[in-house]
């Protein structure tokens, strides 16, 4: 009878240990730790970046990583890591590994060295099949040595160019970007090919390409259209001003003397004074948002309520971290304030709810997310977890 039983129990144990799904380091375990183990072990490296708000990760982590299936594929061959993006070296490691868009899952080598990506969520076949199509070596990093080195071939940079497209790296993208460019600022407008390049995937502003575009955008407007043209400049001036934020040991810095270049490159540009103002406060308060300094973060957010207008989406989404995060009451009380303004406004009809973001359109009006928000930042309910 006991060999029965202690049979039973063995089998069990080993229905409970193929019934294993992808068996993920602790929390905790920083990703230098993740490449030695993968390197001690003669396995590759396979990371999940993710975010706690992101629809997709909450669903390949319910219903994905715990099959048995996914385990048995990936565990022989891959130590596995989670980082979450915002948090620990999280933020380090999205801007190193130029990470936009998640999930985003990243297959290393026992070296460290970067073999394969892909993004987004998928079932579990598919899922498994991307797996074993990223974890072979794609060239990437014989490209990035390549170009590291100093070759400049226009064949090898368009290739190369596809490469990273394709893994969304969207800074090394805009590198390649400015040298397939270089030298061409007064001819890559009639050349289709260079015009692509320019159009998806130059982002900084400071490149004598766009520089030349930006002051005489007659030939591109030609080219491309006038609204394309005019959306290519403006995003490309309104979008740098984040890039200039550096998040790392749970603060934040920013790049002053940039900040003030991006500034008056955008007034040589033709920006007009107001929206370069507005550039400037929304990346004032993302930079105190990242940096945890809420009575300075409450400062940007005043000066910018008091000169222009905010939208429901913008002020729901501004107060989130107030009432999550931020421990200073006065902050807090701020922030309840200027919800509580807005929604007697809405209640009033003083002021229309927003029913859009862009082209897209609003599932439901934003007042009971906001009278929800100030309930938690005066203590009143608790925050939603």
């Known amino acids: 009878m006991k060999k029965l039983l202690l049979s039973t129990l063995l089998v069990l144990y080993a229905v409970g240990m193929s019934a294993q799904g992808v068996d993920f380091l602790p929390e905790g375990t920083t990703w230098q730790q993740a490449v030695d183990k993968a390197k001690q072990q003669g396995k590759m490296l396979f990371v999940d970046c993710y975010t706690q708000w992101c629809g997709p990760c909450k669903k390949m982590a319910r219903e994905v990583f715990p099959q048995a299936t996914v385990g048995q594929a990936l565990n022989p061959i891959h130590v596995a890591l989670k980082i979450d993006m915002e948090k620990g070296e999280g933020p380090q490691l999205l801007k190193r590994w130029q990470v936009s868009a998640f999930p985003t899952f990243i297959i290393f080598n026992g070296d460290g060295k970067e073999v394969g990506r892909f993004l987004g969520g998928s079932n579990a076949d598919d899922f498994i099949q991307k797996v074993k199509a990223n974890s072979q070596d794609n060239g990437s990093s014989d490209m990035d040595a390549r170009f590291a080195a100093g070759e400049r071939g ?56 766009f520089v030349a575009v930006a002051h005489n955008p007659a030939k591109l407007r030609a080219a491309v259209g006038e609204q394309m043209a005019d959306m290519k400049i403006s995003r490309t001036l309104s979008n740098y001003g984040a890039t200039l934020i550096d998040q790392r040991d749970g603060t934040a810095t920013i790049d002053e003397q940039k900040f003030e270049a991006w500034q008056k490159l955008m007034a040589e540009c033709g920006t007009d004074k107001e929206n370069i103002d507005m550039m400037r406060l929304r990346t004032l308060i993302t930079y105190a948002e990242k940096k945890k300094d809420y009575p300075l973060y409450m400062k940007y957010l005043n000066e910018y309520w008091g000169k222009y207008d905010v939208t429901d989406l913008d002020l729901a989404k501004w107060a989130k971290p107030v009432a999550e995060d931020c421990t200073d009451e006065s902050s807090r009380l701020d922030m309840a304030k200027l919800l509580q303004q807005r929604v007697d406004d809405l209640h009033s009809g003083k002021r229309a709810a927003q029913t859009k973001a862009g082209n897209m359109r609003l599932s439901g009006g934003l007042d009971k997310a906001m009278e929800m928000l100030i309930g938690v930042l005066k203590g009143e309910i608790q925050k939603p977890q």
């Open 154 to 209: 226009e064949k090898f940079l368009l290739e190369y160019l596809g490469t990273l497209n394709a893994a969304y790296k969207r800074d090394q993208c805009n590198l390649v970007a400015e040298a397939l460019l270089e030298g061409k600022e007064d001819t890559f407008v009639d050349d289709e090919q260079l015009r692509g390049v320019f159009m998806r995937h130059l982002t900084n502003p400071f490149c004598k390409a």
